[in-house]
Protein backbone atom coordinates (compact mmCIF):
# COMPACT_ATOMS: atom_id res chain seq x y z
CA UNK A 1 0.00 0.00 0.00
CA UNK A 2 1.03 3.48 -1.14
CA UNK A 3 0.11 7.03 -0.32
CA UNK A 4 -0.66 8.76 -3.76
CA UNK A 5 1.23 11.60 -4.45
CA UNK A 6 2.41 11.65 -8.37
CA UNK A 7 -0.01 8.41 -9.35
CA UNK A 8 0.95 7.58 -12.73
CA UNK A 9 5.25 8.39 -12.12
CA UNK A 10 4.45 5.77 -8.98
CA UNK A 11 2.86 3.48 -11.34
CA UNK A 12 5.98 3.59 -13.62
CA UNK A 13 8.21 3.15 -10.90
CA UNK A 14 6.32 -0.29 -9.54
CA UNK A 15 6.54 -1.05 -13.04
CA UNK A 16 9.89 -1.33 -13.80
CA UNK A 17 10.38 -4.21 -11.44
CA UNK A 18 8.14 -6.09 -13.48
CA UNK A 19 9.39 -5.74 -17.05
CA UNK A 20 8.39 -7.81 -19.56
CA UNK A 21 5.61 -9.22 -17.13
CA UNK A 22 2.01 -9.57 -17.46
CA UNK A 23 -0.28 -8.10 -15.06
CA UNK A 24 -3.75 -5.89 -14.34
CA UNK A 25 -3.88 -2.42 -13.91
CA UNK A 26 -7.56 -1.17 -12.04
CA UNK A 27 -8.45 1.95 -12.44
CA UNK A 28 -12.01 3.25 -11.02
CA UNK A 29 -13.09 5.22 -14.23
CA UNK A 30 -12.86 4.62 -17.94
CA UNK A 31 -11.61 7.92 -18.37
CA UNK A 32 -8.63 6.97 -16.02
CA UNK A 33 -8.13 3.58 -17.79
CA UNK A 34 -7.69 5.14 -20.91
CA UNK A 35 -5.36 7.76 -19.89
CA UNK A 36 -3.32 5.58 -17.76
CA UNK A 37 -2.85 2.88 -20.85
CA UNK A 38 -1.79 6.11 -23.20
CA UNK A 39 1.00 6.57 -20.26
CA UNK A 40 2.20 3.02 -20.45
CA UNK A 41 2.16 3.03 -23.85
CA UNK A 42 4.24 6.07 -23.99
CA UNK A 43 6.91 4.47 -22.19
CA UNK A 44 6.84 1.30 -24.44
CA UNK A 45 4.91 -0.67 -22.10
CA UNK A 46 2.66 -3.43 -23.98
CA UNK A 47 -0.72 -2.08 -22.53
CA UNK A 48 -4.05 -2.58 -23.74
CA UNK A 49 -7.24 -0.74 -22.33
CA UNK A 50 -10.34 -2.36 -21.08
CA UNK A 51 -13.61 -0.86 -20.23
CA UNK A 52 -17.59 -0.96 -20.39
CA UNK A 53 -17.53 1.92 -23.17
CA UNK A 54 -15.11 0.35 -25.75
CA UNK A 55 -17.06 -1.74 -28.15
CA UNK A 56 -17.33 -6.14 -27.99
CA UNK A 57 -14.87 -6.60 -30.66
CA UNK A 58 -12.47 -4.29 -29.51
CA UNK A 59 -12.68 -5.89 -26.03
CA UNK A 60 -12.38 -9.54 -26.79
CA UNK A 61 -9.44 -8.65 -28.83
CA UNK A 62 -7.44 -7.27 -25.85
CA UNK A 63 -8.76 -9.98 -23.79
CA UNK A 64 -7.29 -13.08 -26.24
CA UNK A 65 -4.06 -11.40 -26.39
CA UNK A 66 -3.96 -11.18 -22.96
CA UNK A 67 -4.06 -15.01 -22.46
CA UNK A 68 -2.17 -15.73 -24.95
CA UNK A 69 0.41 -13.15 -25.53
CA UNK A 70 3.78 -12.54 -22.94
CA UNK A 71 3.95 -9.59 -21.18
CA UNK A 72 1.06 -7.79 -21.62
CA UNK A 73 -0.48 -5.46 -19.38
CA UNK A 74 -4.48 -4.81 -18.76
CA UNK A 75 -5.51 -2.15 -17.99
CA UNK A 76 -9.24 -1.88 -17.00
CA UNK A 77 -11.91 -1.32 -14.82
CA UNK A 78 -13.71 -4.19 -12.52
CA UNK A 79 -15.49 -5.10 -15.89
CA UNK A 80 -12.26 -7.24 -16.41
CA UNK A 81 -11.42 -10.21 -14.68
CA UNK A 82 -14.45 -12.37 -14.12
CA UNK A 83 -13.80 -15.92 -15.63
CA UNK A 84 -10.12 -14.87 -16.24
CA UNK A 85 -7.70 -17.93 -15.66
CA UNK A 86 -4.38 -16.58 -16.55
CA UNK A 87 -1.78 -18.42 -14.53
CA UNK A 88 1.35 -16.40 -14.80
CA UNK A 89 -0.13 -12.79 -13.76
CA UNK A 90 3.17 -11.83 -12.25
CA UNK A 91 0.92 -8.73 -10.56
CA UNK A 92 -2.14 -6.86 -9.99
CA UNK A 93 -2.23 -2.74 -9.62
CA UNK A 94 -4.91 -0.74 -8.27
CA UNK A 95 -4.71 3.13 -8.86
CA UNK A 96 -7.91 4.12 -6.89
CA UNK A 97 -9.08 2.31 -3.65
CA UNK A 98 -11.98 -0.51 -4.72
CA UNK A 99 -15.01 -0.32 -3.09
CA UNK A 100 -14.96 -2.96 -0.96
CA UNK A 101 -12.21 -5.32 0.50
CA UNK A 102 -14.55 -8.29 -1.04
CA UNK A 103 -13.84 -6.59 -4.09
CA UNK A 104 -9.86 -6.24 -3.43
CA UNK A 105 -9.25 -9.88 -2.48
CA UNK A 106 -10.91 -10.89 -5.49
CA UNK A 107 -9.14 -8.89 -7.88
CA UNK A 108 -5.46 -9.74 -6.32
CA UNK A 109 -6.50 -13.37 -6.44
CA UNK A 110 -5.77 -13.19 -10.34
CA UNK A 111 -2.39 -13.18 -9.60
CA UNK A 112 0.20 -15.37 -9.31
CA UNK A 113 -2.35 -18.98 -10.02
CA UNK A 114 0.74 -20.77 -10.82
CA UNK A 115 2.28 -21.02 -7.55
CA UNK A 116 5.23 -18.70 -8.75
CA UNK A 117 5.60 -15.12 -6.87
CA UNK A 118 3.39 -12.19 -7.52
CA UNK A 119 2.92 -8.57 -6.01
CA UNK A 120 0.08 -6.88 -4.85
CA UNK A 121 0.47 -2.90 -5.38
CA UNK A 122 -2.29 0.01 -4.26
CA UNK A 123 -2.01 3.88 -4.28
CA UNK A 124 -4.80 5.32 -2.60
CA UNK A 125 -4.85 8.92 -0.79
CA UNK A 126 -7.66 10.98 0.70
CA UNK A 127 -9.31 11.91 -2.41
CA UNK A 128 -10.26 8.28 -3.33
CA UNK A 129 -11.83 8.74 -0.01
CA UNK A 130 -13.93 11.07 -0.37
CA UNK A 131 -14.70 10.26 -4.37
CA UNK A 132 -16.07 6.91 -2.77
CA UNK A 133 -17.84 8.23 -0.12
CA UNK A 134 -19.59 10.94 -2.69
CA UNK A 135 -20.18 7.92 -4.71
CA UNK A 136 -22.51 6.28 -1.96
CA UNK A 137 -24.19 9.29 -0.08
CA UNK A 138 -24.87 10.32 -4.04
CA UNK A 139 -26.49 6.79 -5.17
CA UNK A 140 -29.86 6.00 -5.72
CA UNK A 141 -29.82 2.89 -3.20
CA UNK A 142 -31.75 3.03 -0.03
CA UNK A 143 -30.33 3.87 2.88
CA UNK A 144 -29.47 0.85 4.67
CA UNK A 145 -27.70 -0.31 1.55
CA UNK A 146 -25.81 2.92 2.13
CA UNK A 147 -25.01 1.87 5.36
CA UNK A 148 -23.39 -1.41 4.27
CA UNK A 149 -21.76 0.37 1.74
CA UNK A 150 -19.71 2.69 4.16
CA UNK A 151 -18.78 -0.65 6.40
CA UNK A 152 -17.45 -2.28 3.73
CA UNK A 153 -15.39 1.09 2.67
CA UNK A 154 -14.30 1.60 6.16
CA UNK A 155 -13.27 -1.77 6.46
CA UNK A 156 -11.29 -1.33 3.53
CA UNK A 157 -9.65 1.73 4.93
CA UNK A 158 -8.59 0.00 8.32
CA UNK A 159 -7.51 -2.81 6.22
CA UNK A 160 -5.00 -0.03 4.32
CA UNK A 161 -4.15 1.84 7.37
CA UNK A 162 -3.33 -0.84 9.59
CA UNK A 163 0.49 -1.39 11.27
CA UNK A 164 -0.43 -5.11 11.42
CA UNK A 165 0.42 -8.16 9.57
CA UNK A 166 -1.76 -7.31 5.69
CA UNK A 167 -2.42 -11.36 5.62
CA UNK A 168 -3.64 -11.33 9.15
CA UNK A 169 -6.00 -8.56 9.05
CA UNK A 170 -7.18 -9.34 6.04
CA UNK A 171 -8.27 -12.98 7.15
CA UNK A 172 -9.39 -12.06 10.25
CA UNK A 173 -11.72 -9.77 8.00
CA UNK A 174 -13.19 -13.21 6.76
CA UNK A 175 -13.45 -15.10 9.81
CA UNK A 176 -10.07 -16.89 9.78
CA UNK A 177 -6.88 -16.60 12.22
CA UNK A 178 -3.22 -16.53 10.43
CA UNK A 179 -0.88 -17.22 13.76
CA UNK A 180 1.92 -16.02 12.70
CA UNK A 181 2.80 -12.72 10.60
CA UNK A 182 3.47 -13.35 6.83
CA UNK A 183 6.82 -11.69 7.11
CA UNK A 184 6.60 -10.76 3.14
CA UNK A 185 3.93 -8.30 2.95
CA UNK A 186 4.62 -4.43 3.22
CA UNK A 187 4.14 -4.03 6.89
CA UNK A 188 6.16 -7.19 7.78
CA UNK A 189 8.96 -5.96 5.54
CA UNK A 190 8.94 -2.27 6.65
CA UNK A 191 7.10 -2.10 9.76
CA UNK A 192 5.49 1.67 9.42
CA UNK A 193 6.52 3.84 12.09
CA UNK A 194 4.02 4.93 14.06
CA UNK A 195 3.67 8.34 16.34
CA UNK A 196 1.63 10.72 19.02
CA UNK A 197 -0.24 13.04 16.85
CA UNK A 198 -2.65 13.83 19.69
CA UNK A 199 -1.71 18.00 19.23
CA UNK A 200 -1.22 17.88 15.40
CA UNK A 201 -5.23 16.09 14.96
CA UNK A 202 -6.03 18.90 17.42
CA UNK A 203 -4.44 21.56 15.27
CA UNK A 204 -6.33 19.83 12.09
CA UNK A 205 -9.80 19.76 13.90
CA UNK A 206 -9.45 23.18 15.16
CA UNK A 207 -8.75 24.48 11.64
CA UNK A 208 -11.55 22.43 10.06
CA UNK A 209 -13.72 23.75 12.75
CA UNK A 210 -12.53 27.64 12.83
CA UNK A 211 -12.94 27.64 8.66
CA UNK A 212 -16.26 27.04 8.68
CA UNK A 213 -16.28 23.16 7.76
CA UNK A 214 -16.81 24.16 4.07
CA UNK A 215 -13.24 23.07 2.99
CA UNK A 216 -11.18 19.82 2.05
CA UNK A 217 -8.28 18.63 2.77
CA UNK A 218 -5.88 20.44 0.12
CA UNK A 219 -7.12 24.02 1.63
CA UNK A 220 -7.22 23.45 5.32
CA UNK A 221 -3.28 22.06 4.73
CA UNK A 222 -2.47 25.45 3.07
CA UNK A 223 -4.00 27.24 6.45
CA UNK A 224 -1.93 25.35 8.51
CA UNK A 225 1.05 26.00 6.67
CA UNK A 226 0.55 29.71 6.52
CA UNK A 227 -0.37 29.70 2.84
CA UNK A 228 -0.06 33.17 1.04
CA UNK A 229 -2.80 32.20 -1.29
CA UNK A 230 -5.18 34.69 -3.20
CA UNK A 231 -8.00 32.24 -2.08
CA UNK A 232 -6.77 32.41 1.78
CA UNK A 233 -6.77 35.82 1.77
CA UNK A 234 -10.01 36.55 0.18
CA UNK A 235 -11.16 34.29 2.52
CA UNK A 236 -9.47 36.29 5.40
CA UNK A 237 -8.35 32.76 6.95
CA UNK A 238 -4.99 34.34 7.29
CA UNK A 239 -6.15 35.95 9.94
CA UNK A 240 -7.37 32.78 11.90
CA UNK A 241 -5.52 31.76 14.83
CA UNK A 242 -4.86 28.34 13.20
CA UNK A 243 -3.02 29.89 9.94
CA UNK A 244 0.57 29.02 9.88
CA UNK A 245 0.35 26.68 13.15
CA UNK A 246 1.46 23.44 11.11
CA UNK A 247 4.24 25.45 9.20
CA UNK A 248 6.86 22.88 10.61
CA UNK A 249 5.33 19.72 9.13
CA UNK A 250 5.35 19.17 5.46
CA UNK A 251 2.11 18.86 3.31
CA UNK A 252 2.35 15.48 2.85
CA UNK A 253 2.44 14.36 5.92
CA UNK A 254 -0.42 16.74 6.53
CA UNK A 255 -2.14 14.84 4.24
CA UNK A 256 -2.01 11.90 5.74
CA UNK A 257 -2.92 13.09 9.03
CA UNK A 258 -6.57 14.48 7.48
CA UNK A 259 -6.76 11.11 5.48
CA UNK A 260 -6.45 9.25 9.22
CA UNK A 261 -8.49 12.01 11.05
CA UNK A 262 -11.22 10.62 7.95
CA UNK A 263 -10.70 6.63 8.30
CA UNK A 264 -10.79 7.12 12.40
CA UNK A 265 -14.30 8.60 12.06
CA UNK A 266 -13.27 11.89 13.31
CA UNK A 267 -13.76 13.78 10.12
CA UNK A 268 -16.51 13.46 7.93
CA UNK A 269 -16.72 13.77 4.42
CA UNK A 270 -20.01 16.05 3.40
CA UNK A 271 -20.82 14.70 0.04
CA UNK A 272 -22.67 17.79 -0.69
CA UNK A 273 -20.35 20.24 0.27
CA UNK A 274 -17.42 19.64 -2.94
CA UNK A 275 -15.83 17.34 -0.35
CA UNK A 276 -15.53 19.63 2.74
CA UNK A 277 -14.50 17.65 6.06
CA UNK A 278 -16.90 18.33 8.83
CA UNK A 279 -16.28 17.45 12.53
CA UNK A 280 -17.99 14.51 13.96
CA UNK A 281 -18.70 13.56 17.91
CA UNK A 282 -15.60 11.26 18.05
CA UNK A 283 -13.90 14.76 17.86
CA UNK A 284 -15.03 16.34 20.94
CA UNK A 285 -12.70 14.12 23.21
CA UNK A 286 -9.78 14.55 21.08
CA UNK A 287 -9.87 18.68 20.99
CA UNK A 288 -10.36 18.50 24.85
CA UNK A 289 -7.30 16.26 25.15
CA UNK A 290 -9.22 13.62 26.70
CA UNK A 291 -7.73 11.16 24.75
CA UNK A 292 -4.53 10.15 23.19
CA UNK A 293 -4.49 9.82 19.50
CA UNK A 294 -1.31 7.76 17.69
CA UNK A 295 -0.96 7.77 14.13
CA UNK A 296 0.74 6.14 11.44
CA UNK A 297 3.95 8.62 9.93
CA UNK A 298 3.84 8.80 6.33
CA UNK A 299 6.89 6.69 4.99
CA UNK A 300 9.13 8.93 2.52
CA UNK A 301 8.21 8.41 -1.19
CA UNK A 302 10.18 5.59 -2.42
CA UNK A 303 11.37 6.77 -5.53
CA UNK A 304 13.23 2.97 -6.89
CA UNK A 305 10.32 0.46 -6.78
CA UNK A 306 12.47 -2.21 -8.36
CA UNK A 307 13.83 -2.68 -4.60
CA UNK A 308 10.73 -3.26 -3.44
CA UNK A 309 9.36 -5.05 -6.05
CA UNK A 310 12.06 -7.66 -6.02
CA UNK A 311 10.57 -8.05 -2.22
CA UNK A 312 7.61 -9.64 -3.56
CA UNK A 313 9.78 -11.96 -5.90
CA UNK A 314 12.56 -13.30 -3.00
CA UNK A 315 10.77 -16.70 -3.03
CA UNK A 316 11.97 -17.49 -6.16
CA UNK A 317 15.88 -18.28 -6.92
CA UNK A 318 17.48 -15.77 -9.20
CA UNK A 319 19.00 -17.32 -12.88
CA UNK A 320 22.46 -16.83 -13.42
CA UNK A 321 22.67 -14.56 -16.74
CA UNK A 322 23.43 -18.00 -18.82
CA UNK A 323 20.40 -19.42 -17.51
CA UNK A 324 18.25 -16.37 -17.89
CA UNK A 325 19.07 -16.27 -21.44
CA UNK A 326 17.97 -19.68 -22.62
CA UNK A 327 14.74 -18.99 -20.38
CA UNK A 328 13.82 -15.97 -22.51
CA UNK A 329 14.74 -18.01 -25.58
CA UNK A 330 12.53 -20.61 -24.21
CA UNK A 331 9.78 -18.17 -23.45
CA UNK A 332 10.03 -17.16 -27.30
CA UNK A 333 9.60 -20.31 -28.81
CA UNK A 334 6.53 -20.91 -26.37
CA UNK A 335 5.08 -17.68 -27.69
CA UNK A 336 5.47 -18.86 -31.33
CA UNK A 337 4.19 -22.72 -30.99
CA UNK A 338 1.27 -20.28 -29.00
CA UNK A 339 0.39 -18.16 -32.13
CA UNK A 340 0.50 -20.86 -34.22
CA UNK A 341 -1.33 -23.29 -32.59
CA UNK A 342 -3.81 -20.40 -31.32
CA UNK A 343 -3.31 -21.51 -27.89
CA UNK A 344 -2.43 -19.47 -25.17
CA UNK A 345 0.96 -19.42 -24.39
CA UNK A 346 0.69 -21.10 -20.93
CA UNK A 347 -1.44 -24.18 -21.66
CA UNK A 348 2.25 -25.36 -23.48
CA UNK A 349 3.88 -24.75 -19.92
CA UNK A 350 4.00 -22.30 -17.49
CA UNK A 351 6.75 -20.39 -16.75
CA UNK A 352 8.13 -21.96 -13.65
CA UNK A 353 8.33 -25.28 -15.93
CA UNK A 354 10.17 -23.13 -18.78
CA UNK A 355 12.53 -21.84 -15.72
CA UNK A 356 13.47 -25.12 -14.57
CA UNK A 357 14.17 -26.28 -17.96
CA UNK A 358 16.68 -23.29 -18.10
CA UNK A 359 18.23 -24.62 -14.67
CA UNK A 360 18.05 -28.29 -15.88
CA UNK A 361 19.32 -28.08 -19.62
CA UNK A 362 17.45 -31.62 -20.47
CA UNK A 363 19.41 -33.08 -23.58
CA UNK A 364 16.69 -35.97 -24.01
CA UNK A 365 13.00 -36.39 -23.86
CA UNK A 366 14.23 -39.04 -20.49
CA UNK A 367 15.47 -35.94 -18.52
CA UNK A 368 12.47 -33.43 -20.29
CA UNK A 369 9.94 -35.93 -19.09
CA UNK A 370 11.50 -35.80 -15.11
CA UNK A 371 10.25 -31.88 -14.92
CA UNK A 372 7.45 -30.20 -13.41
CA UNK A 373 4.96 -29.91 -15.29
CA UNK A 374 5.80 -31.69 -18.54
CA UNK A 375 3.36 -34.62 -19.13
CA UNK A 376 3.13 -37.31 -21.56
CA UNK A 377 0.90 -35.62 -23.93
CA UNK A 378 3.30 -32.42 -23.63
CA UNK A 379 6.24 -34.25 -24.26
CA UNK A 380 5.37 -35.80 -27.30
CA UNK A 381 4.23 -32.59 -29.15
CA UNK A 382 6.35 -30.19 -27.76
CA UNK A 383 9.51 -32.05 -26.21
CA UNK A 384 11.53 -32.21 -29.83
CA UNK A 385 10.96 -28.17 -30.06
CA UNK A 386 12.54 -27.32 -26.34
CA UNK A 387 15.25 -29.69 -26.51
CA UNK A 388 16.39 -28.59 -29.70
CA UNK A 389 16.06 -24.93 -28.22
CA UNK A 390 18.17 -25.98 -25.44
CA UNK A 391 20.88 -27.59 -27.45
CA UNK A 392 21.16 -24.70 -29.88
CA UNK A 393 21.48 -22.58 -26.40
CA UNK A 394 24.78 -24.77 -25.38
CA UNK A 395 26.26 -24.75 -29.13
CA UNK A 396 25.60 -20.84 -29.49
CA UNK A 397 27.86 -20.84 -25.71
CA UNK A 398 30.31 -23.21 -26.53
Same mark, same amino acid.
Given at each position: ?118 ? !? ?86 ? !? ?73 ? !? ?104 ? !? ?9
Amino acid at each position: MVQKASAKQQLLDFLEGHEGEAGIVYCLSRRKVDDTTATLQAQGIKALAYHAGMDGETRARHQRRFLREDGVVIVATIAFGMGIDKPDVRFVAHMDLPKSLEGYYQETGRAGRDGEPAE !AWLCYGLQDVVLLKQMIDGGDAGEERKRVEHRKLDTLLGYCESTRCRRQVLLSCFGETYPEPCGNCDTCLEPPETWDATVEAQKALSC !AYRTGQRFGASHLVDVLRGGNTERIRELRHDKLSTWGIGEDIDARQWRGIFRQLVVGGLLEVDADGYGSLRLTQA !AGPVLRGEVRLELRREPKPLRDRKRASARATQSASPLCPEDDALFQRLRALRAELARDQNVPAYVIFHDATLRQIAEVRPRNETELAGIGGVGATKLERYGEFFID !AVREADFDAA
